[in-house]
């Protein structure tokens, strides 16, 4: 499942990800409709789904903050926001590279994604590793 963070509804990136991804696409706010789900409650959304990938351009309040588990993965990616239709395209290419094509690779990490690297730490390891987007 991928879910992605609420800014970035309306930008069709839900429709642009399951053209390739087999898995379920939703936004956060599908997780717990009709209410306003501060950052903070994110991850405890997370632990009730099967392996989700949280998809953001949020990097700020992410990116080595969030409170981590083995449950779920979060992707951070360092594009602002008129680059968000980018994130498509960029996830895809992540979610084949070795480090991180499936989901036992993916949960209990964050990983910070840019035009040609990625960062990324795990629950279990707080060290900050480095690898290439190919």
């Not at 839900?14 to 390739?20: A, M, N, S, Y």
Request: charge should be neutral.
């Amino acid at each position: 499942m991928i879910v992605l963070d609420e800014q970035l509804l309306g930008r069709n990136l839900e429709e642009t990800i399951g053209k390739w991804y087999r898995g379920n696409v939703c936004f956060i706010t599908d997780l717990r409709p009709n209410s306003i789900i501060k950052d903070e409650a994110i991850p405890m959304l997370l632990r009730q789904e099967i392996q989700p990938t949280f998809v953001t351009i949020n990097e700020r309040d992410f990116w080595r903050k969030v409170e981590l588990t083995e449950d779920f993965c979060v992707v951070c990616f360092n594009l602002t926001d008129s680059r968000a239709s980018e994130i498509g395209l960029l996830l895809k290419r992540l979610l084949h590279h070795s480090e991180f094509n499936s989901k036992t690779k993916r949960m209990g990490k964050a990983i910070r994604v840019s035009d040609t690297s990625v960062n990324y730490y795990s629950v279990r390891n707080r060290e900050i590793w480095e690898t290439k987007l190919i």
